[in-house]
């Protein structure tokens, strides 16, 4: 009998729909060393929400937006992955869905805050499944690595593109 790790893993649209980046509207983090990871990661700017959960004119899709502050560094670059979980119901944990999370693409440079969104299609099944989404946020320097992060998705967050309706933002999703 399939589990329903495997169910909803047959259920994603292999096509992920890129939302487009943009700056917020505050200036960045600066600093150095530990007071810089500190400002990064415990930052207002950081989070990760669901702004799209099956309006009528984009059923069965699940959109995830991040936001990310910047270090104040042009010459430094942001990037944000973005990925789908289940709650799996009889163990209460959340589980990725293998198939429905994306690549790391970059949102901007590291002088400014910036948001990015990634939406997933999902084919209805027969029982609804809770869904949240993730967001894994880099700061690199060419290829190196400064700093990275992972937020779950939480509610009450300002998206400034694609949030439908507009300014929706909730933790989780029911799609089924």
Request: contains cysteine; positive net charge.
């Amino acid at each position: 009998m399939p589990t329903a790790k495997s169910l909803l893993a047959a259920l994603v649209s292999l096509a992920a729909l890129p939302a487009p980046a943009l700056a917020a509207s505050t200036p960045g983090s600066a600093g150095k060393g530990s007071a810089l990871r500190h400002a990064l990661l415990s930052s207002h700017e950081l989070w990760a929400t669901v702004d799209v959960c099956s309006p009528t004119d984009q059923p069965n899709t699940i959109g995830i937006r991040g936001s990310m502050p910047g270090d104040g560094r042009a010459r430094d670059k942001m990037y944000m992955s973005f990925r789908l979980q289940y709650l799996d119901a009889p163990t209460n944990r959340w589980t990725d869905l293998s198939s429905a999370s994306s690549s790391y693409v970059a949102v901007g440079t590291g002088a400014s805050p910036r948001q990015g969104g990634r939406s997933f299609q999902l084919v209805p099944g027969k029982t609804a499944y809770t869904m949240r989404g993730v967001v894994d946020f880099q700061w690199r320097r060419g290829k190196k690595v400064l700093e990275s992060a992972a937020r779950p998705t939480t509610a009450g967050h300002r998206s400034l593109a694609g949030a439908d309706p507009a300014g929706f933002s909730v933790a989780t999703c029911a799609i089924g």
